[in-house]
């Protein structure tokens, strides 16, 4: 019974006590709910997503603007490089039979340079002035550049749309010419040309360099035995007049031009020379191992040290 009345009076409190305790829970329980009354919750922004896919386009944009003019332009093949020194040396010329060296003369870079003697090599002809716009790669302020000096000599023999020439020459008499030297009137009428034939071997020499043979004619696109026996009694052969690339000057881009010249060779060309000095005689090319002597025989004429 004694500790009955222990506990009993331990858990008892008085009437002040346990108002005194009433207050305190009450103080607690305020100081814990306090903070939920004087915090403020943002509303939930309100989104409107077409506003924002607008705005997410204007920055993708912004994006691409500032790329486009922070990078070079990488898509336009013919970007400012080395081949934008060209000089422009103007002179009076038909695009149909205008050389390397004067389209050089003209100011044009060597791509263009290249698709142009492509072009005319596979027979392809220059009617109006206006149509040195279609040659691709070509720009249109070159163009311009160019058009008060151009003159197409126009003859109906050469606007055939056969491939074999049915002209009767009448009074114009084939003549004998040299085929290294001739001009196209000169070439064009000499029996067994047929349309675009004359322009062929016309361009085919220029990029040889001269023939050496009349046989070479025959590598010319289109011609055939037959043709060639033909047109034979009334040529002749200066094999002296032939130009000659310097190996120890030419570029790659410069030898692989030459028909008998591929790119691989061009460039085997030129790493030798780099790597082991100028060539002191055109035979040290026999050096270079893929270059064999039939390859070698055929190429001599055409080069030089010098």
Do not use: C
């Not at 410069?254 to 790493?271: C, E, F, G, T």
């Amino acid at each position: 019974m004694a500790l009955k009345q222990i506990i009993k009076d331990y858990f008892t409190f008085s009437s002040k006590e346990r108002n005194t305790a009433i207050i305190l829970a009450f103080i607690i329980v305020l100081f814990i709910l306090l903070p939920f009354f004087f915090t403020q919750h943002p509303k939930k922004a309100i989104v409107d997503y077409k506003l924002q896919q607008t705005l997410d386009q204007l920055e993708i944009n912004a994006a691409k603007t500032d790329s486009a003019y922070s990078k070079p332009n990488t898509h336009n093949y013919y970007s400012a490089t080395k081949d934008e020194n060209t000089t422009f040396s103007p002179f009076e010329f038909d695009p149909n039979t205008v050389s390397e060296n004067g389209w050089h003369l003209l100011g044009l870079r060597d791509k263009t340079i290249n698709t142009l003697l492509n072009y005319r090599n596979k027979g392809g002809q220059f009617r109006e002035v206006t149509d040195l716009y279609k040659i691709w790669g070509i720009r249109a302020e070159e163009v311009k550049r160019l058009l008060p000096y151009i003159h197409i000599v126009k003859s109906s023999s050469l606007y055939q749309k056969k491939e074999y020439s049915t002209t009767k020459y009448g009074a114009i008499k084939p003549s004998i010419v040299d085929i290294n030297t001739a001009t196209i009137e000169q070439i064009k009428i000499i029996p067994g040309m047929g349309n675009g034939m004359g322009f062929r071997i016309f361009n085919y020499r220029e990029r040889l360099g001269g023939f050496i043979s009349l046989q070479q004619i025959k590598e010319t696109f289109g011609m055939n035995d037959s043709s060639l026996q033909l047109m034979t009694p009334f040529l002749r052969l200066n094999s002296t007049i032939i130009q000659k690339i310097n190996i120890n000057t030419a570029t790659d881009f410069q030898l692989s031009k030459h028909p008998y010249i591929d790119r691989n060779m061009a460039k085997a060309i030129v790493l030798y020379r780099l790597q082991h000095g100028n060539y002191p005689t055109i035979e040290h090319i026999k050096k270079i191992v893929f270059i064999k002597e039939t390859v070698y025989q055929k190429i001599v004429p055409y080069i030089t040290v010098e």
